[in-house]
């Protein structure tokens, strides 16, 4: 495997000593050895467990160092040029004062020599007083073609087994690489191997699963598989159009055609109208996996630490991509970017999140939504930060009839069989939300039940006239809500 072209030229260019982050000791250690074959160096790897192979030979008369962590720096301080060190798992001594000592002694003897020294391990950990001797660099996961390659190994494998199918349509073949961007070159073939066993086949549901599994791990963000559907939301037809015309904008097909990658959505509107039952529907719809920005738990109590878990929030997502970052009810956390109580950290944490949405590259979709637009920093609602901003507006006549018609159904009452007639009730029901016509056929039912018979369409009135909807109660802030979106949003039907 070729080495990252940075982590190369680093290397060519004599940089004393360099810091890989990385969970694949694996994957580094051959692109490492590929660059040692080029330029004719020797490389010694070391582990606690393993030591240091091979070894350099210290000078006559002088003894090891008792301590192994010491005793590997040693080593590569005494080592002639053309060679290169890599010390696998190094970041828990990198607290140690004679390690800090030693290292940078290596950087002073290393530098300008054949001669580099490679930390590599999962997390960084740089004290400051060895900032400037080591340079950081990333080591990115497998791309595309490395994955391309991975399948096609796991293909050959198992291509004479008559008990697995492994002919994948050019599409099919697409997907399952891209579902694999953002796993280790380990988790891929784990995952393959998995999917062969349990699945017969290639199968995305297996490595959404691994997926699945990473995000957990990270904390700040919950993983939403691709479950409700389009179908479940009534009215929003705009929406729906616009959806409908990106299905494939995710595909190579489309950017060979010339079409970036969509950046994002927002749902603006008002409570209970389906902006968060929308934005599943469009992951679901899209087929991609759903991350949930807990915008609230972003923040942290310790200095740097809410701008560090934004950061790794965005990282997380970009390595399950494509996918969609769902930030649900956004006011709440980036309300109040300008005040001073927090010394700053919100307005730090937003321009974070703000630059990574106007530069970001990988194709993570963000859907964010908002009820109270009062609250939104103005910089969020530029042009060009979202494709598109959307006004939720309470369902219109017909809209009603569908989401009567919805939420009848999916409690298995077909509204023909019932002979519940949808039309008076959408009259009846003006300035009601998709919410409280949920909570109008809900209750009828237990009416009903309650009673020991069915529904009728009598138990659905006497609900509807029970009930007071929020637009009543609340028709000041709802209409200041109309008339801002009137002028800024495209309405969602
Ligand atoms: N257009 C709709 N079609 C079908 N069901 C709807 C619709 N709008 C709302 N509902 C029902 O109301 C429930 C609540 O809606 P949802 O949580 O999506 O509203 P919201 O706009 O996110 O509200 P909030 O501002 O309170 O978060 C949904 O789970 C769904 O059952
Ligand atoms: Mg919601």
Redesign the pocket.
């Given at each position: 495997m070729p080495a990252p072209k940075e982590i190369e030229i680093l290397i060519r260019s004599k940089y004393p000593i360099l810091y890989i982050v990385s969970w694949e000791e694996r994957r580094v250690q051959d692109a490492i050895q590929g660059v040692a074959n080029d330029l004719k160096r020797t490389l010694h790897t070391w582990s606690y467990t393993q030591g240091m192979k091979p070894p350099v030979p210290r000078a006559e008369g002088v003894a090891a160092v008792p301590d192994a962590t010491l005793e590997a720096l040693a080593q590569v301080i005494t080592a002639q040029e053309g060679t290169i060190f890599l010390l696998k798992d190094f970041h828990p001594y990198m607290k140690d004062p004679r390690v800090i000592r030693l290292i940078r002694d290596a950087a002073y003897k290393l530098r300008s020599r054949a001669q580099t020294l490679i930390l590599m391990g999962p997390t960084l950990v740089l004290p400051p007083d060895l900032e400037k001797d080591i340079t950081v660099v990333d080591f990115p996961l497998p791309d595309a073609k490395d994955i391309a390659s991975v399948l096609d190994t796991a293909i050959q494998e198992v291509k004479d087994n008559p008990k697995v199918d492994v002919t994948l349509s050019d599409e099919t073949r697409e997907t399952i690489i891209k579902s694999c961007q953002g796993l280790t070159m380990d988790e891929i073939e784990s995952v393959f191997a998995r999917s062969i066993v349990e699945s017969k086949k290639f199968d995305q549901a297996v490595i959404l699963e691994e997926k699945e599994q990473i995000i957990r791990k990270s904390g700040i963000l919950e993983y939403y598989p691709p479950n409700n559907s389009l179908a479940?939301?009534?009215?929003?037809e705009n929406i729906k159009e616009w959806l409908d015309q990106r299905t494939t904008s995710f595909t190579d097909k489309a950017r060979e055609f010339g079409i970036p990658v969509p950046k994002g959505v927002l749902l603006l509107?008002v409570?209970?109208?389906?902006?968060?039952?929308t934005a599943k529907a469009i992951a679901a719809n899209w087929k991609l996996p759903m991350l949930k920005l807990d915008v609230g738990r972003i923040f942290g109590s310790l200095v740097g630490q809410s701008e560090e878990n934004i950061r790794k929030a965005i990282t997380t997502a970009e390595s399950v991509a494509p996918c969609i970052l769902w930030a649900d009810?956004l006011e709440k956390g980036f309300a109040g970017t300008s005040s001073v109580g927090d010394s700053g950290t919100t307005a730090r944490v937003f321009a974070t999140f703000l630059t990574w949405m106007q530069d970001k590259t990988a194709p993570v979709f963000l859907i964010a939504?908002a009820?109270d637009v009062s609250a939104l920093p103005p910089e969020l609602l530029r042009k060009g930060r979202f494709d598109e901003i959307f006004f939720?507006d309470l369902?219109k006549d017909k809209?009603r009839e569908q989401?009567f018609e919805?939420?009848l159904k999916k409690r298995k009452r077909d509204p023909k069989h019932f002979k519940l007639k949808l039309k008076a009730l959408a009259e009846k029901t003006d300035g009601f939300?998709?919410?409280e016509i949920?909570t109008v056929v809900i209750a009828a039912l237990q009416r009903a039940f309650h009673e020991n018979r069915d529904i009728t369409q009598a138990d659905l009135i006497t609900e509807i006239e029970a009930s007071v909807p929020l637009s009543v109660m609340m028709k000041e802030d709802m209409e200041a809500l109309r008339d801002w979106a009137h002028l800024r949003a495209r309405p969602a039907s």
């Open positions: 479940d939301v009534g009215g929003m509107g409570q209970g109208c389906g902006k968060s039952l009810e939504t009820n939720i369902p809209e989401i919805i939420h939300s998709g919410a949920e």
